[in-house]
């Protein structure tokens, strides 16, 4: 499944969000360099190295795996992307500058959605303030399970039920 984003993330000079920030931070901007940081530009999704390199690959075949696994850890280092570890034994990568976001992973397709919640981050500030600190950061992710029947799972009944698990 191929998974870009939209043009917004592709300024009008042509320069990518993430090549943007790589040159902003001083990196050497190499022709694979600058592909592999419009691929990660283009993603909607959280890819893993490998994924990454699939997909420059189809672009430029003369990219090597090698290359995609220096510039990940680069841009990582440089504060450009965030590892995440979804579970499945794969790093997988987020653009830093996509501001403060959760996850919720789908354990059977791998699916990960990106969400904001106003409640969340209220509760997850006061539990900092009632032992003592000033929340600074915190990162959220849920590992769930889509319920068999969507309908069903709407009604009150069946939210009680799968709450008190």
């Not at 993330?9 to 931070?25: H, M, T, Y």
């Not at 997909?55 to 696994?69: E, F, H, K, M, N």
């Not at 791998?110 to 009632?130: K, Q, W, Y």
Request: with cysteine.
């Amino acid at each position: 499944m191929d998974m870009r984003a939209s043009t917004d993330d592709q300024a009008e000079d042509g320069v990518s969000r993430i090549e943007r920030l790589c040159i902003e931070r001083g990196l050497k901007m190499t022709g694979q360099r600058r592909l592999i940081a419009r691929v990660l530009s283009d993603s909607v999704d959280h890819p893993d190295v490998e994924e990454l390199y699939r997909r420059a690959s189809a672009l430029d075949q003369r990219i090597s795996i090698a290359t995609v696994y220096r510039t990940v850890r680069l841009l990582e280092e440089k504060g450009i992307l965030e590892r995440r570890d979804f579970g499945g034994g794969r790093a997988r990568f987020d653009p830093a500058d996509r501001g403060h976001h959760h996850h919720l992973i789908d354990v059977d397709s791998g699916r990960v959605i990106e969400f904001a919640d106003t409640e969340h981050e209220a509760l997850a500030r006061a539990i900092a303030a009632r032992l003592g600190f000033d929340l600074v950061d915190h990162r959220l992710e849920l590992f769930g399970r889509r319920f068999a029947d969507d309908a069903a799972a709407k009604t009150p009944a069946r939210r009680a039920r799968r709450g008190s698990a």
